[in-house]
């Protein structure tokens, strides 16, 4: 008995299958309101595209921004400890400089002679490592005074010279890398009154 019964409820759920035309239930859509949903998707289509793209281009722009960071922060991450090592260099200078006064032609002391060439090679082999590390000393005598490089201290009247050309240096300006890290201290020329 049970068996037949779930033979016959079979049979008869066989009869009503989604083939069964007659107990679906239809949905007319006109042509005009089909029409009118795909230009509303087509128009979301189109805003999720301009959506899409931009959000890659933004996405892009912060790529190209960190990556410029990170190669700044390589090339300038040294810049407070060159500062410092020129302030070695200027001191390095003075002292070769105050040595050779001292080694002059009438003084034959060979030991001043032989720390003024020690001072002149240690000179020389800091300025190199400078150079293998993009630091460079200004040698502005002679050129424009430009704000962003020189610091005027003071001002020379210079004959032959025009007005705004650098007539002294008295500290040593440096670059690293293109970016000056200290302004060269100059006197500058003006026309003598």
């Known amino acids: 008995c049970v068996f037949s019964t779930a033979a016959q409820q079979r049979s008869t759920g066989d009869e009503c299958g989604p083939e ?5 239930p239809k949905h007319p859509l006109s042509d005009c309101t089909l029409e009118h949903k795909a230009i509303k998707l087509e128009e979301q289509v189109r805003d999720l ?10 996405s892009e ?19 407070s400890f060159c500062r410092d090592l020129v302030e070695v260099a200027d001191i390095l200078e003075k002292t070769t400089e105050s040595a050779v006064e001292e080694a002059e032609p009438s003084n034959p002391n060979p030991t001043l002679k032989k720390i003024y060439e ?6 020389a082999k800091l300025q190199s490592v400078f150079a293998k590390h993009g630091l460079q000393k200004m040698n502005p005598v002679g050129g424009k005074y430009d704000p962003y490089d020189h610091e005027i201290v003071c001002h020379v009247p210079a004959e032959g010279m025009q007005p705004g050309t650098i ?15 200290r302004h060269a201290l100059v006197g500058v020329a003006v026309e003598s009154q």
């Open 118 to 123: 020690g001072l002149s090679l240690i000179e």
């Open 20 to 24: 069964d035309a007659r107990d679906e």
């Open 49 to 58: 595209t301009e959506r899409y793209r931009k959000a890659l281009a933004d």
């Open 61 to 79: 722009n912060v790529r190209r921004r960190t990556q410029k960071f990170v190669e700044d922060a390589k090339l300038f991450g040294i810049q």
């Open 167 to 181: 007539v002294l240096v008295t500290q040593d300006g440096y670059k690293l890398h293109g970016r000056t890290i």
